[in-house]
T-cell receptor, first 116, second 114 residues
Framework: DGGITQSPKYLFRKEGQNVTLSCEQNLNHDAMYWYRQDPGQGLRLIYYSQIVNDFQKGDIAEGYSVSREKKESFPLTVTSAQKNPTAFYLC???????????????FGAGSRLTVL | GNSVTQMEGPVTLSEEAFLTINCTYTATGYPSLFWYVQYPGEGLQLLLKATKADDKGSNKGFEATYRKETTSFHLEKGSVQVSDSAVYFCALIGGSSNTGKLIFGQGTTLQVKP
């Protein structure tokens, strides 16, 4: 079955450590996204990529980094510069960059990061 | 800029009750509107959508009508089940100030009791 796989599902980090969250899709989608979800705040866009080897900052990119070396993969690194990293992180993809109502996002199951 | 506002939760209902979750938006032009649902411990999945004024999106007994005159896209279901317990997100994209990004509301938690 086609879909998006995020790993790990749960991750614990000590302050000052960088961590990388994996996101892999086998949907042959061009565009991929990372969102952060906090209670009562909905989803906020961290980074997105419309095509391989290209990505753009979203609304809350500070303290995060990404790469898009392969179409299938869009890993997110939460760096020590992110002051409040404890959150639920969601990866998504779409056939192309979201620009119309015909194009919808497919989400992974999420990764929950807790900073100890 | 564009924005989406949902009613605050949690919304708690008994099984077979009627559900309404309010969603209003701010945008010029004609954005496309969506409802996504997030079941416990999972990612989001598309529930329904509408791409032009007066369109009605429907799926799994849920409905929402794109009302341009009131800038609303309220989610309704005639008879909820315990399995409908989830977080529901209203979202939009497009309109005159289209950034190409999907904009989400803050989410509304629905709890259905047997």
């Amino acid at each position: 079955d086609g879909g998006i796989t995020q790993s790990p599902k749960y991750l614990f980090r000590k302050e000052g450590q960088n961590v990388t969250l994996s996101c892999e899709q086998n949907l042959n989608h061009d565009a991929m996204y990372w969102y952060r979800q906090d209670p009562g705040q909905g989803l906020r866009l961290i980074y997105y990529s419309q095509i391989v080897n290209d990505f753009q900052k979203g609304d809350i990119a500070e303290g995060y980094s990404v790469s898009r070396e392969k179409k299938e993969s869009f890993p997110l690194t939460v760096t020590s510069a992110q002051k409040n990293p404890t959150a639920f992180y969601l990866c998504a993809s779409s056939i192309e960059a979201v620009s119309s109502g015909a194009n919808v996002l497919t989400f992974g199951a999420g990764s929950r990061l807790t900073v100890l | 800029g564009n924005s989406v506002t949902q009613m605050e939760g949690p919304v708690t209902l008994s099984e077979e009750a009627f559900l309404t979750i309010n969603c209003t938006y701010t945008a010029t032009g004609y954005p496309s509107l969506f409802w996504y649902v997030q079941y416990p411990g999972e990612g989001l999945q598309l529930l329904l959508k509408a791409t032009k004024a007066d369109d009605k999106g429907s799926n799994k007994g849920f409905e929402a009508t794109y009302r341009k005159e009131t800038t609303s896209f309220h989610l309704e279901k005639g008879s909820v089940q315990v399995s409908d317990s989830a977080v529901y997100f209203c979202a939009l994209i497009g309109g005159s100030s289209n950034t190409g990004k999907l904009i989400f509301g803050q989410g509304t938690t629905l709890q259905v009791k047997p």
